[in-house]
């Protein structure tokens, strides 16, 4: 248990440390400790990040508390989310102290032409990771071999007319969750 | 330092009502820390954002750290840090323990393949929001693709480099990349003033 309770503070501290660029940033390392850990699956990363986008606080902090909670309960929750907290705490503590001089760093602006598209390139990759088990469906398609049974059809419909109420309307993301489970219920995804 | 008990609940009340994170808690950030208390201002806000985005870690935890520790010293922005935490930790611990009882129900399973579908969705749009101000030229364009292809197929690939790997080297080809840049530019300009 001492032992579960430590290896989440460091696999949330290590999160906590190197995401750069806020809640979605987390995603590469989540999708990391999945495959290493078996603490939650892929499709739970996908469930948190709905949550997440419907509940207040940020996705990083959510999802500590959840893999968290799942591995070693309610304590797990609490310790891993103050873990993934407390590296950016520290490192905020000391560049408080001279502002000015960070600010107008040259190599920390450097730094971030780099870190800025290589965040989000691992977004990216998080991303292809929720289609696969959002809209592909290998496991049928290796059983049948029609390229036609790749895709789930209807979820791939569902994320156009999603794509495009999001592009044309002010709908907030809460609304667009709430009415994917419906149609998830009523077309039985 | 009767301020902690303020800091604290005033971040507990913050954290309760952001939901997304990131920017999406600048406006409730300037109401109650601006209008409401004068404890900082827009400029400052401004600020305390831009470098808790280009600093590890959650943008919002980083605000409240900043804020918490210019009005009260350490001690206050731990008492920040750990107000934003609390209602976010309490609200998912609950939704954690009904999940794990009812996950295996074929209702919630249905809802969330369908909610799934919609996850994707935020996940392209909030990658178009942030294309404009990542990829910017050739350079950052060359790295997406390669830190892309590293991430997405690292199961595939010879050498498996971690993310945390990632980010140091992306972090370290910045800095070059913009240090070059720099020279580059200078010599263009001591070549022309010539």
Redesign the interface.
């Known amino acids: 248990m001492i032992r579960t309770l430590l290896q989440l503070i460091f696999e949330f501290a290590?999160t906590?440390?190197?995401?750069?660029?806020?809640?979605?940033a987390?995603l590469?390392?989540l999708y990391?400790m999945s495959d290493k850990t078996g603490w939650f699956t892929h499709?739970d990363i996908?469930?948190m990040?709905?949550?997440?986008?419907?509940?207040?606080?940020?996705?990083?902090?959510?999802m500590s508390?959840?893999a968290g909670?799942?591995t070693a309960g309610?304590a797990g929750?609490?310790l891993a989310?103050?873990a993934?907290?407390a590296?950016?705490?520290v490192?905020?503590?000391i560049?408080?102290k001279f502002?000015e001089k960070?600010?107008n760093n040259?190599?920390?602006?450097?730094?971030?032409?780099?870190?800025?598209?290589?965040?989000?390139?691992?977004?990216?990759?998080?991303?292809?990771n929720?289609?696969k088990?959002?809209?592909i469906d290998l496991d049928l398609f290796r059983t049948t071999g029609l390229f036609s049974d790749l895709i789930i059809w209807k979820?791939l419909v569902?994320?156009v007319c999603?794509?495009l109420a999001?592009?044309y309307t002010k709908l907030s993301?809460?609304i667009?969750?709430a009415?994917?489970?419906?149609?998830?219920?009523i077309?039985?995804? | 330092m009767n301020d902690l008990p303020e800091l604290y609940s005033t971040f507990v009340r913050i954290g309760c009502v952001t939901f997304g994170g990131g920017y999406a808690m600048l406006p409730i950030l300037e109401r109650e820390l601006v209008d409401k208390r004068q404890w900082t201002n827009m400029d400052e806000l401004r600020d305390y954002f831009s470098i808790g985005q280009c600093t590890p870690g959650i943008i919002a935890l980083n605000v409240s750290t900043f804020i918490g520790q210019k009005r009260a010293g350490i001690r206050g922005a731990l008492a920040a840090t750990t107000g934003f935490l609390t209602g976010p930790v309490i609200l998912i611990l609950i939704i954690a323990a009904f999940l794990t009882n009812f996950a295996d129900n074929p209702l919630v399973q249905h809802a969330f393949a369908g909610i799934r579908v919609c996850v994707c969705v935020l996940i392209i749009q909030a990658i178009m929001r942030l294309w404009n101000k990542s990829v910017v030229d050739t350079f950052t364009l060359i790295l997406y693709l390669i830190i892309f292809a590293m991430n997405a197929f690292s199961s595939i690939l010879p050498v498996r480099i971690p993310a945390a790997g990632l980010v140091i080297l992306a972090g370290i080809a910045g800095v070059t990349a913009s240090v070059i840049k720099e020279r580059r530019h200078s010599q263009d300009k001591g070549g022309a003033a010539a």
Request: glycine share 10%; net charge positive; charged share 10%.
């Open positions: 290590k906590g440390l190197f995401s750069v660029g806020g809640g979605l987390t590469p390392f990391e499709a996908a469930d990040i709905a949550i997440s986008e419907s509940t207040p606080g940020a996705i990083g902090i959510n508390t959840y909670y799942k309610v929750g609490i989310s103050l993934l907290a590296p950016s705490f490192i905020i503590l560049i408080a502002l960070f600010r040259r190599y920390v602006e450097g730094a971030f032409y780099g870190l800025r598209p290589a965040s989000i390139a691992m977004i990216t990759a998080a991303c292809i929720v289609a088990v959002a809209v979820a569902l994320g999603l794509f999001l592009k993301p809460v667009l969750i009415v994917s489970a419906v149609v998830g219920i077309f039985r995804f």
